[in-house]
Structure formats: C-alpha cells, structure tokens
C-alpha cells in the first residue's frame, strides 16, 4: 500500500511520479486551501470568541480556556471540512474524525507550545498570541488532514 507522501504516477500519459510537493503546490491544494481558510476563519473566530468569553466573562484560567475553545472550533472545522473543503473523501465518518482529532491533538499541541511562549515571554496579548499561532498550527493542521486523513492530496 502506497503512503500518503510517498509518490503517486500521473494519471495523464507521462507516467511520472507525482510528488508531496508537486501535490502540495496544485491548483488542487489551492483550491482546499481556500476553503479551508474560509472555514478556518469562520471556526477561529468563534473559537477566539468563546476564549475570551471564558477568560474574561467566566473567569477561567487561559490554558484551560484555550483548550475547551479550540475543542469546539475543530469539532465545527471537521463537520464543514468534511463537507465542503475534503468533499468525496472515501473514509468513514467515525474514522475520519479519529483521524481528525489526532491531526487536531498535533496542531494543538503546536498551538499549545507557541501560545504558551509568546504569553510567558513576550508582552503580546494573548488575543493577538493566539491569532498568531495560529497560522503555524493550521497550516500543519490542513496538510496533514489534506495527505493523511481525507487522502485529497
């Protein structure tokens, strides 16, 4: 069985193998990459929303508010990417959100590390910490899903 990076053959009449890295940079990925901007706009700003909330209104401490804010937003993410961004994929419901959590634990692991820096040693807000890191997080976060998990790439 072939792995999600490792070299597909072109479907057209050359044969050749087709990259990670070609795959990554195809108007194919451009096109998810879009959608999943819209729909990572959309879910982040919620996400944020309701960490301020918690924070601010419900008085609980940051991390544990970033933690139960970014739950939500990818639970949201994976409903709408399943949808809309990785549309036709061939994996199962119950599967695919395994997968998704696991891809969502990586990137939250990436976020968790990095908004933990920038709020200990920097004087960036945590709002803006959080906005931020995220670019690092959801990119890592959309490749994996895009590779491994929907297997679109």
């Keep these: 069985m072939r792995r999600a990076w490792e070299p597909r053959l072109d479907p057209s009449s050359s044969g050749e193998p087709v990259t990670l890295t070609s795959r990554l940079f195809s108007r194919r990925a451009g096109v998810m990459l879009a959608r999943n901007t819209v729909v990572s706009c959309s879910v982040f700003a919620l996400g944020l929303a309701l960490l301020w909330l918690l924070v601010e209104r419900a ?4 991390m544990p508010a970033l933690v139960i804010s970014m739950a939500v937003a990818q639970t949201l993410h994976y409903v709408l990417g399943r949808q809309w961004i990785f549309r036709g994929t061939q994996r199962a419901w119950t599967q695919g959100f395994a997968f998704f959590l696991v891809n969502a634990g ?3 692991l990436v976020t968790y590390v990095l908004f933990w820096v ?3 040693w920097t004087p960036v807000n945590y709002l803006v910490s959080r906005a ?9 976060t959309f490749v994996l899903n895009a590779v491994v998990n929907f297997r679109q790439l």
């Design 118 to 120: 920038m709020i200990r």
């Design 106 to 108: 990586v990137g939250m």
């Design 132 to 140: 931020l890191v995220s670019l690092v997080a959801g990119l890592t």
């Design 59 to 62: 008085h609980l401490g940051k």
